[in-house]
């Protein structure tokens, strides 16, 4: 199924979260099973050779996409989540948002030094949580082989935040 087919997948939402906001629910192209098995097989498709140890979601529709990954890539997964959601101990960042500051914690456990890990989450818009991710991904001493999403809003140019790593979205608006 091409990317064109699953693009039409995504329904959008008007005014959600808020007035002025479309958002892109990945939730019809999940609910298709043909769908969500192409969308993950193009992706993995995509690092497959990149002998990945570790894909990190990120809270939290990136769990979705990264376990699906992780199982097609044989390599094992772990979760970013918000403060107070993880029950043992844990890194933290914060990180400036457009309007205050949130805070992302891990395991102190999940990441072993040199690890080569794929960060996966369902969209990419300004990139502030990925970015913020990524940063305590590599405090921990993981190696970001690169940086995988379902979607991505071109016109907010999050991917310009992440360097020089490689960067993949299946389906662009």
Do not use: C
Request: aromatic share 8%.
């Amino acid at each position: 199924m091409s990317p064109e087919l699953l693009k039409q997948k995504i329904r959008d939402i008007p005014d959600f979260p808020k007035k002025g906001i479309v958002f892109k629910d990945i939730t019809p192209l999940l609910a298709d099973g043909k769908a969500f098995r192409a969308a993950i097989d193009q992706i993995a498709e995509r690092f497959q050779d990149r002998h990945i140890d570790l894909v990190v979601g990120v809270e939290a529709r990136g769990f979705i996409v990264a376990a699906a990954l992780a199982y097609r890539l044989q390599a094992g997964t772990t979760l970013i989540r918000k403060p107070g959601k993880l029950p043992y101990k844990t890194h933290r960042t914060t990180y400036a948002l457009e309007y205050g500051a949130d805070t992302l914690e891990i395991h102190q456990d999940a990441i072993l030094p040199s690890q080569r890990i794929l960060m996966a989450d369902d969209l990419l818009a300004t990139g502030g949580t990925m970015s913020a991710a990524i940063d305590l991904i590599t405090r921990l001493g993981g190696h970001v082989v690169g940086v995988a999403f379902l979607v991505e809003l071109l016109a907010l140019r999050g991917r310009e935040r992440f360097g020089d790593r490689e960067v993949f979205s299946l389906i662009q608006f």
